[in-house]
């Protein structure tokens, strides 16, 4: 029997960025599943081409920005036009689920809802907001039907705030795989050598750290290349401000070309990871696919995503002392990532809740 599933909250696809647009891509391409049709909610703003079907997946478009203020009535729009055209919705983040109250009037649909990192503790958010996004998880947890979880740490979160159990599941990574024969050429472009540089790419904000990794850098001689959104806020501008005269620290703009984050990532000599929020952050798990030796922010998330092997720091003193060591867990990394976060067994999880 055919299942119809609609999936909502995200940019859309072909995905040209974050993770939760990866994974809605990853569900598409590698669904061989002919019980299952997709619909992917795709936000008109964000694609001056809009394909009807992509990877045998209808798209549909709403005219709204799927992140930001629109993304409330993106999502609620989407909501109620899936409830009439499916028969499981997958929800992915929570801005739109202060909806749900209502949409349970009027539909019964399978909800099964990825909360996502827990938005409403990000630094980056007021008050007012990160009341609002609390409002909305609480009612993502209360009308779901499944939860999904991508980290231990958010699945205790959840277990310990709403008596509730959620499946666990984690992103993919192995998608950043690639073949390039032009790595010389690239790394040559860049003024780099292989394994003498470390590596990090993020958005640029409080949460992530950023200050302190170029903080500790710039005590260093160490080579760093950091791409990353650097003038979007007032954040970003002072850091590039600040640490751009350091002949060490290579403050890059954001990098869409796979070719290029690809032979960067293969080179370096350590992936530096600053992300202090959210569950499995999709740009760790991908590093650890490289084997690379890996110098994580220690919390929870972090440590439960890279089962306690990896190199943690809290303190730029911490990190610069890493830094001056000669750090071998490449191997370790590899062997977690190849076990856990490979996507055709992602989206085995996934397609086992959809039965």
């Avoid at 790595?183 to 003498?196: A, F, P």
């Avoid at 170029?214 to 850091?239: C, M, P, Q």
């Avoid at 030796?293 to 998330?301: E, K, Q």
């Avoid at 990394?333 to 085995?348: S, T």
Wanted: aromatic share 12%; glycine share 6%.
């Amino acid at each position: 029997m055919l299942k119809r599933v609609s999936i909502i909250g995200t940019v859309g696809i072909p995905a040209s960025y974050g993770g939760f647009e990866t994974l809605v891509e990853n569900l598409v391409i590698k669904n061989d599943n002919t019980h299952i049709e997709y619909t992917i909610y795709c936000s008109s703003k964000s694609y001056e081409y809009k394909l009807i079907e992509y990877k045998r997946a209808k798209l549909k478009y709403i005219p709204f920005k799927a992140n930001g203020i629109q993304s409330i009535i993106y999502d609620i729009c989407s909501l109620v036009h899936a409830s009439f055209h499916s028969d499981k919705i997958i929800i992915l983040g929570v801005s739109g689920c202060c909806f749900l109250p209502i949409f349970r009037f009027f539909s019964k649909k399978q909800l099964i809802i990825n909360i996502d990192g827990l938005e409403h503790k990000r630094d980056k958010w007021n008050k007012r907001v990160k009341k609002f996004l609390l409002y909305s998880e609480k009612m993502a947890i209360k009308y779901g039907n499944i939860i999904i979880s991508d980290n231990v740490g958010i699945q205790n979160y959840i277990r310990e705030s709403y008596n509730q159990e959620s499946v666990m599941i984690p992103y993919g990574g192995d998608h950043v795989l690639s073949e390039n024969h032009s790595e010389s050429n690239i790394l040559e472009e860049y003024d780099l050598e292989r394994n003498n540089y470390s590596f990090t790419v993020c958005r640029i904000e409080p949460e992530n750290n950023v200050d302190l990794i170029l903080d500790a850098f710039s005590r260093t001689k160490k080579i760093i290349v950091f791409v990353g959104n650097w003038k979007k806020g007032e954040y970003g501008i002072n850091l590039l401000r600040k640490y751009k005269k350091h002949k060490n620290i290579k403050l890059l703009n954001p990098i869409y070309d796979i070719q290029i984050l690809y032979t960067l990532r293969k080179n370096c000599k350590y992936y530096v990871h600053g992300h202090s929020a959210g569950g499995t952050n999709p740009s760790l798990v991908e590093a650890m696919f490289f084997g690379k030796p890996i110098l994580a922010f220690n919390v929870i998330y972090n440590r439960e995503t890279t089962e306690n092997e990896c190199y943690y720091f809290s303190t730029v003193q911490e990190l610069v002392s890493l830094l001056d060591k000669k750090l071998s867990n490449g191997n370790k990394m590899l062997e977690i990532a190849n076990r856990r976060y490979k996507w055709k067994d992602i989206v085995e999880q996934y397609e086992i809740l959809l039965k």
